[in-house]
């Protein structure tokens, strides 16, 4: 069965440091895509970036990038030159194929990352 | 601009009761998904449909059900709410389609209280 797993409940970064937060998955499906979210105290859900399992290169949107390692099943979010507004929860997310028979859209447990100043 | 709208921002309900929880979007999305966000255990898939009167159970569908007469409203529903549902609920809506960059779109949340 499809999973996210989020080993990070918690993570502390130094403001202008880069931060890698973790995020692994289980599929059966060789079509899928994965999916970073944004939910800071305020609560609304912010997408940040994409991936899909056909992707050969990385994805990046301005500061955030995702690190892709299809082999080991891993999707991790690098945030470069963190800011005090990236204090927030962060959940990545995962949408299967039609292969599984379904269109199930998951997410993790989240980490919840603070910026220090 | 693209809208998810959740029927209550707040909702206190008693032990026992029949709760609805509704949904609407305005993009024309064939999928809808509803979870419950708890702390420390993320976001949880209740129930989704990928087209009217079309649905699928979730991860955790004991205790709900869910309704999609008309495309743009997805409807759960608490049979006879007990404490343990009291949590965050929220409603999310995607395109059809193959898997691609399918980007979800969320409701604000209901926060559902049950004494």
């Not at chain 1, 690190?67 to 891993?74: C, D, G, I, L, T």
């Not at chain 2, 709208?5 to 509803?34: A, I, P």
């Not at chain 2, 702390?39 to 004991?62: H, N, Q, T």
Request: hydrophobic residues 30%.
């Amino acid at each position: 069965a499809q999973k996210i797993t989020q080993t990070q409940p918690g993570m502390f970064v130094q403001e202008k440091e880069a931060v890698t937060l973790d995020c692994t998955y289980d599929t059966s499906d060789q079509s899928y895509g994965l999916f970073w979210y944004k939910q800071p105290s305020s609560g609304e859900m912010i997408f940040l970036i994409y991936q899909g399992s056909y992707d050969e290169q990385n994805a990046t949107e301005g500061r955030y990038s995702l690190n892709f390692q299809k082999a080991r099943k891993s999707a991790n979010l690098v945030i470069s030159a963190s800011q005090l507004g990236d204090s927030a929860m962060y959940f990545c997310a995962m949408r299967e194929g039609r292969n599984s028979g379904t269109y199930k859209y998951i997410f993790g447990t989240g980490t919840r990352l603070k910026v220090l100043a | 601009d693209v809208k998810v709208t959740q029927s209550s921002r707040y909702l206190v309900k008693r032990t026992g009761e029949k709760v609805f929880l509704e949904c609407v979007q305005d993009m024309d999305h064939e999928n809808m998904f509803w979870y419950r966000q708890d702390p420390g255990l993320g976001l949880r898939l209740i129930y989704f449909s990928y087209d009217v009167k079309m649905k699928e159970k979730g991860d955790i569908p004991e205790g709900y059900s869910v309704s999609r007469e008309k495309k743009e409203r997805f409807s759960l529903i608490l049979e006879s709410a007990s404490t343990n549902q009291t949590s965050m609920y929220l409603c999310a809506s995607i395109e059809g389609g193959e898997v691609g960059n399918t980007e979800a779109f969320f409701g604000q949340g209901t926060r559902l209280t049950v004494v």
